[in-house]
């Protein structure tokens, strides 16, 4: 059975960092590109980071590019976002999800979801 498990959210100032883990088990982990999305309330879920099997392509959003930096340790079955230079207008349910071979921006293109961690950036 496949599970994704996020873990890192957490309050944190405005300019503050966070790194958030999300840790796989049932897959062949090398064999699924990684994508992290955020959810803000009131709004659809949206796109942020995605980063391919072999670590080798990342696409960023507009809005966190510069900010965001997605990584994975194929060894550890754990893909990372790490969130710095925050903004109020980061806070947001932030989910991992993975789809097997090619990056992609459009979550219904991703097979499997975390249940999502809590990041709250206050101003």
């Known amino acids: 059975q496949v599970q994704l498990v996020e873990s890192g959210g957490g309050l944190v100032q405005a300019g503050g960092s966070l790194r958030l883990s999300c840790a796989a088990s049932g897959v062949i982990f090398s064999n699924y590109a990684m994508g992290w999305f955020r959810q803000a309330p009131g709004k659809e879920r949206e796109f942020v980071a995605t980063i391919s099997r072999n670590t080798w392509s990342t696409i960023y959003s507009n809005s966190v590019k510069g900010r965001f930096t997605i990584s994975r340790d194929n060894a550890k079955n754990t893909a990372y976002l790490q969130m710095n230079s925050l903004k109020p207008e980061d806070t947001a349910v932030y989910y991992c999800?993975?789809?097997?071979?090619?990056?992609?921006?459009?979550?219904?293109?991703?097979?499997?979801w975390g249940q999502g961690t809590q990041v709250t950036v206050s101003s």
């Open positions: 999800a993975a789809k097997e071979w090619a990056v992609a921006q459009t979550e219904n293109e991703y097979n499997y």
